[in-house]
């Protein structure tokens, strides 16, 4: 499994961006695609996550409204839209897979990660 984030770039509070994932190597008819992201000197924070069949999402509640995950089955590729973006969501987010709906919101029950794309919010 390959998963290869991209998107990522400075951009001005209130900005916005799109950050892709796209997955290869297995079908992901079962898998729940997840967005985290780690700033310096702070832990892996779960953003938000999408379950590749139902399209059920799941978000943490600091982005809940200004960030939408969705994906396209026919490009492979799970999407991060990221609207009125602050200074505090500057950070490396990565996307990741795991087999499962169950417990999208740790990092850890995580089966695969992708390189990080580096966000940037200036004030």
């Known amino acids: 499994v390959q998963l290869q984030a991209s998107g990522g770039g400075l951009v001005q509070a209130g900005g916005s961006l799109r950050l892709s994932c796209a997955a290869s190597g297995r079908t992901f008819s079962s898998y729940a695609m997840g967005w985290f992201r780690q700033a310096p000197g702070k832990e892996r924070e779960f953003v938000a996550a999408i379950g590749w069949s139902s399209g059920r999402t799941y978000y943490a509640d600091s982005v809940r409204g200004r960030f939408t995950i969705s994906r396209d089955n026919a490009k492979n590729t799970v999407y991060l839209q990221m609207n009125i973006l602050k200074p505090e969501d500057t950070a490396v987010y990565y996307c990741?897979?795991?087999?499962?709906?169950?417990?999208?919101?740790?990092?850890?029950?995580?089966?695969?990660w992708g390189q990080g794309t580096e966000v940037t919010v200036s004030s």
């Open positions: 990741a897979a795991k087999i499962g709906y169950y417990s999208v919101y740790d990092g850890e029950k995580y089966d695969y």
